[in-house]
């Protein structure tokens, strides 16, 4: 098969030139005159001398615009600024040099010239070199096409409302946008159903393109019937690959071309798509592997790793005290979000063990860093308000930008201490009825700190709609089911303060070692009834269509270094919190107080 | 006008967010089990001891696969390897807990969840976290559209052979190019002639674009017809830039569209797009303005600018003993191929007269910069094997290449010496007889040095086809016209000692003065007419065809330090031009003798 294809030049932006091309014209292609004046011929002009002007009659010179053409036998150009006209001709007043003011025939390409070697990728300004070379097509490597093939039966394009078990196919727009990305052509197929018989068939339909990929359902046994179908169409060399996610991946030669069944998390297939065929679409392409763009930090948590896998670990990326701070994220297989929001991942290698919280490791990055020293680290309790401030600030065409991980209110006064945020979102209950302070006391005894009010919140019990428990307060818990928060998280600790208060203990809850990391996935389990009540705020009951049974109001503050309040971006937070735009959006989302917003309060020790 | 669209999201790749989105759906959407087992309600388990098992009856659960959803009442999953079946049920070993093995509704996406703030720039990833969020649409910016509109009584499109004083129309290729690239659609016009009715209406058609590029073409007074019209439409702002190529531009503001008239040079063209327009789009368009890379080095000339004007100084960049070094090319503003084979521009500032040679500056890069550790930088004589040897180095997929200066032969040496280059082509001829030796002797006394024999080269006359003035050799020359080469090149050393021999003044030969920098250039001039002869290589007599006067062998070399003869680069060039691939490629060109290629000696003062 042909691997190679004519194309127009004005087609061939960024494509692969397949052999040398030579300049067919020189350019420009006539000698022309590079002032306004006369042509003439030099000779004529010898006794000019400025003393002594001498007269050039109309029969020897023709007078000449910039671009023109110039006419043997004239070989020399003077411009209008250094003549004096008279009836019967000009006068000059120096001798013109052959050649003078004159752009040279091929001054830019000349004729035969070399232009581009094969392999070389064409840019915006090779295409005006070829066409002004009068060269009107180019033959480049083709483009290879890539097969992509959705499988499982639980598969459905979400056009029709969910049924249970169904999962919208989305791993192929994933596939397809990185595909086209790294230089390929995408022939996209339906989802195919988990049955051997459609699978073969799909796949010997895909052969008629360059490379093949196999998208694995979820369910059990799945990559070992991908591997079936490879060994039955030609020859199987890879089943389950040393790499987490991913592990599942086959590669296989089907009729010479590559196969390679990827497993069905996105996440994982992210990565063995990335590992594995992006690579081969550029080779085929004839282009460049990409550079990878790496950055080096500092871990903000241990890294446990198994020895037996290389290992890819999602991470974010911040700057604090004017070290890059690398923060791992989720590490589920299925999480597309978590992989979507960060910057990169962590590569452990198959022999290491991890890595220690503070050491120095390198980040493969697959996000554009924008604006990172413009980054605010926001690391601790979590708060719906604070994607809403990214939204205003994007909004409002500001360049900070706030990077949040949800650890816990404790967790987050911890990583401050340490310099690993900027800011940790807290609400920590403590014995003297107020928010933070005692736990400041905790972290910070010696320190100058400021704390910025974001929002008041109500705390309560969130229930499914309509109550059916007919609960009315703390004391009527014991013996229902819930779903918790993490350890370490504000609403966890003043639910155990209240509780214990009414003497319930956590082995009178069901489910109360099963932990949410969010309000909203708190409030999501109760709305679908799995759990009689969890603990949270207002505006996620209220968003997931629960019903709230209101118990404290609380502070929900941004603690900072004192120092830190002098820097552009936490300026443009304040201002942002104290904002009209703010409070109106906050409003919407119910369940919150806005009067103390922005205000600032300091502790020292 | 709506600056909004709303596309599916397949098609939503690189494209701008325009306002907030919350998940519409959870993903997944239902619980399900994440190991193939069992599911059963975890407080029917509660009794099972390792030592004590429990059986659990038929009707008490079900057996799944992994990624079954889940069926209340059950709540939990025992894995396969932890049960052993019996007739009546299966035996377990210990209790399970609520929500073990479970893959949770809402573990990557909760419903609500802000997925994408405004002004975000969708990646691959993004899209399958919006489809398995369940939206199916999203709204974006448009893409702005910019006219561009050639003008120029002089400018055809190449399709027929060209006529005196015609020019192909090639700089639209590179700004639609250009604008496609910084995320813009492109709306080109036909060529305009230079007739102000005609300027007046494709400008006025032009203005249902959101941003306006009229290119003006060469001949005199044209930028001030486009300043005319802006004047006529709206509002002329600025009519002529301090910047060097690029002076006549044209900004103006119509109907509240930008309008840019663009200098007709293409370098010219090219720098007022990427300073004026370029920022233009990528503003309107909500993407974040260009990264510009940069690279520092220190500079191999001089560059002298002008005060009054900002300049864009083409360079080519190489790395040299461990550092880079910055080689101003060409500053023609017509030059597009020296503009194709430079690698970024050097900014000399308004205020600044330029810099020495020797002094560290900062370069734009405008190509990634391949391999730069595997460039080999090749100053001084000019030979059309260098090109040849690139296209070699690309088809057998090696990294290395050269960038070659034409500089002349002792020029080049010169480089070599202060270590500006790697490799110095030269052919001079000593007194002795013998190339190169004498001129080493005047850089090179106390060093180590090698010379790699690149190609033998026969060097003579170069007369139009058919012989005219029939020249038979040197003695003939006198009073007839000629093109020259620049100082310190090779072939010029070679005339100036023949005609010497022969008595010949410079004085006796029209045009010595008037200098090409490549044998090529010289054929060209010859072929045409223009003289009557040139000194030059019989390769490029014949590729121009014309008659070639024998006059002697001799010495193509390559000069280098003793000690890098050991690096990879010079080894894979070494093993190039003694191959038979090599060999044959430069007897297609006729002229050249290749028995010694690749042999080498050396120098020791």
Redesign the interface.
């Known amino acids: 098969e042909n691997p190679l294809e004519t194309i127009p ?2 087609q061939a ?1 960024d494509r692969v030139n397949s052999k ?1 091309i030579f300049a067919e ?8 005159c590079a002032m ?1 004046g006369i042509m003439l011929q030099s000779k004529t002009s010898l006794a000019a001398r400025e003393h002594r002007p001498l007269l050039v009659k109309k029969k020897d010179y023709l007078a000449c ?5 110039l006419i043997a036998p004239f ?1 020399s150009v003077i411009m209008a600024e250094d003549l004096v006209e008279k009836e019967e001709g000009v006068l000059i007043f120096k001798p013109s ?3 003078e003011h004159i ?13 581009f ?4 990728i064409f ?10 070379a ?1 060269i ?1 097509e180019v033959e480049v490597y083709k483009k290879p096409e890539i097969a992509i093939i959705p499988t499982g039966d ?1 598969l459905v394009s ?2 029709k409302p ?1 049924q ?8 192929t ?6 595909a ?2 790294s230089g390929a052509l995408v022939k996209r197929f339906p989802v195919i159903k988990d049955n051997k018989e459609a699978l073969l068939s799909a796949v010997k339909k895909a052969l008629a393109s360059d490379i093949v990929v196999m998208i694995a ?5 799945r990559d070992d019937l991908t591997s079936e179908i490879a060994q039955e169409l030609g020859e199987l060399l890879v089943h389950g690959i040393a790499l987490r996610p991913g592990k599942p991946a086959v590669v296989a030669s089907l009729e010479g071309k590559p196969f390679i069944g990827l497993p069905g998390y ?1 996440v994982a297939a ?1 990565i063995v798509f990335q590992e594995l065929v992006v690579p081969l679409i550029r080779k085929k392409a004839h282009l ?1 592997q990409e550079e990878k763009r790496k950055i080096k930090g500092s871990l903000t948590r241990r890294v446990v790793s198994s020895l037996s896998n290389k290992e890819y670990v999602r991470v974010q990326v911040g700057r604090v005290a004017g070290s890059y701070r690398i923060t791992p994220t989720e590490r ?1 297989a ?7 929001r960060s910057d990169g991942y962590l590569i452990v290698a198959r022999n290491s063990e991890g890595f220690l919280r503070g050491e120095e490791v390198e980040v493969v990055l ?2 554009r860093l ?1 604006n990172i020293d413009k980054r605010l680290v926001v690391t601790g309790s979590h708060d ?1 308000v604070l ?2 401030i ?2 205003l ?3 409002e ?1 500001k360049e900070s930008v706030l990077i949040s991980s949800h650890v816990g209110s404790l967790a987050g006064l911890q990583n401050l201490k340490d310099k690993e945020c900027h800011l940790a979102p807290s609400h920590l209950l403590g014995g003297d009825g107020r928010y933070n302070y005692e736990a400041m006391d905790l972290f910070f005894k010696t320190e100058k700190m400021a704390m910025i009010h974001l929002v008041g919140r109500r705390q309560g019990i969130i229930v499914p709609k309509g109550n059916p428990k007919n609960i009315k307060g703390i004391k009527d818990l014991a013996g229902k ?1 819930m779903i918790n928060r993490q350890r370490g998280a504000g609403t966890r600790v003043l639910f155990d303060y209240l509780r214990k208060k009414e003497n319930i203990l956590a082995e009178d809850l ?2 109360y ?2 932990e949410a990391t ?1 309000h ?2 708190v409030a ?2 109760v709305s ?1 009834g ?1 759990v009689d009540f969890g603990i949270g705020i207002e505006a996620a009951a209220r ?2 269509g629960c019903d709230f049974i209101y118990l404290t109001d609380e502070a929900y503050e941004l603690i900072l270094y004192k120092e830190s309040l002098a820097s552009p971006e936490i300026q443009e937070l304040i201002e942002l919190t104290r904002s009209e735009g703010f409070k109106k959006r906050v409003k919407e989302l119910g369940g919150y107080s806005t009067k103390m917003s922005g205000s600032i309060k300091f502790y020292e020790g």
């Open positions: 030049v004005r932006l040398a014209l020189s350019s420009p292609s006539f000698h022309s306004d615009d910039t671009g023109d053409p070989d040099h052959p050649w752009r040279s025939m091929g001054e830019d390409i000349i004729e035969k010239d070399l232009l070697t094969a392999e070389h840019s915006p300004v090779d295409l005006s070199v070829l066409l002004a009068g009107k639980e979400g056009e969910l249970g078990g169904q999962i919208i196919e989305s791993n727009a994933m596939l397809e946008a990185l086209q990305k359902g979820s369910s059990a046994g996105p992210h460049p589920g299925g999480a597309s979000l978590s992989l979507a697959h996000n924008k719906m994607d809403l990214n939204d600030f994007a909004q065409g089911t069901p489910g070692e099963k969010t909203l996935a999501l389990a679908q799995d968003t997931m």
